[in-house]
């Protein structure tokens, strides 16, 4: 990933296997950081797959409506994949962990399938976030290495993004260490 790039660039013009994390407190933020880097790949003929929460996903679709995206006609032409995120983690948790061949097998599967049609796959997801915010921090971890795993395997970007106050000292040294060792 190239590091001097400012943010608005980034999400717009992400390398062909960026993994990228958002850090935010602010929803609004989120929304918009995530309309602006699937919108973009939208109007540019690329696939896109959100991963996330009911509420979240509505701000989202809300916010590329705003933009001029007809969410629901690209999402029956194939164009745009919505998923919810606790379904979709529910398709490859075994006790408590992520296992990488289901894993493989939806997510993998999903942009491959994707990847058939469109020149290239812009990927948000937030199930490593919801696993995160119940405490399954192993999980989460596990989760990000495989989505670095099927990266060398298949070509995407993939923005995620975690519910976490960046100033809070008590995020420092651990949590967010680990977060961006894996970014």
């Known amino acids: 990933m190239d590091m001097t790039a400012n943010w608005p660039e980034l999400l717009k013009q992400p390398g062909s296997c960026d993994h990228i994390v958002e850090l935010y407190q602010d929803l609004g933020f989120l929304t918009e950081s995530v309309a602006d880097y699937i919108g973009t790949g939208l109007r540019r003929g690329e696939a896109a797959i959100i991963i996330a929460t009911p509420e979240h996903r509505a701000r989202f679709l809300h916010a590329l409506q705003r933009r001029g995206l007809h969410c629901m006609q690209l999402a029956s032409q194939g164009q745009l994949k919505l998923l919810d995120a606790q379904d979709t983690l529910a ?93």
């Open 91 to 183: 398709r490859f948790m075994t006790n408590g962990m992520p296992q990488w061949k289901a894993f493989h097998e939806v997510a993998g599967g999903a942009i491959a399938a994707l990847r058939l049609q469109y020149p290239a796959v812009r990927a948000y997801g937030e199930m490593v976030d919801v696993l995160w915010q119940k405490g399954e921090r192993e999980a989460a971890l596990r989760l990000e290495e495989y989505w670095n795993e099927l990266s060398k395997l298949q070509t995407f970007s993939l923005l995620c993004a975690y519910a976490m106050d960046n100033l809070d000292g008590n995020a420092y040294g651990g949590p967010l260490e680990c977060i961006c060792k894996a970014h």
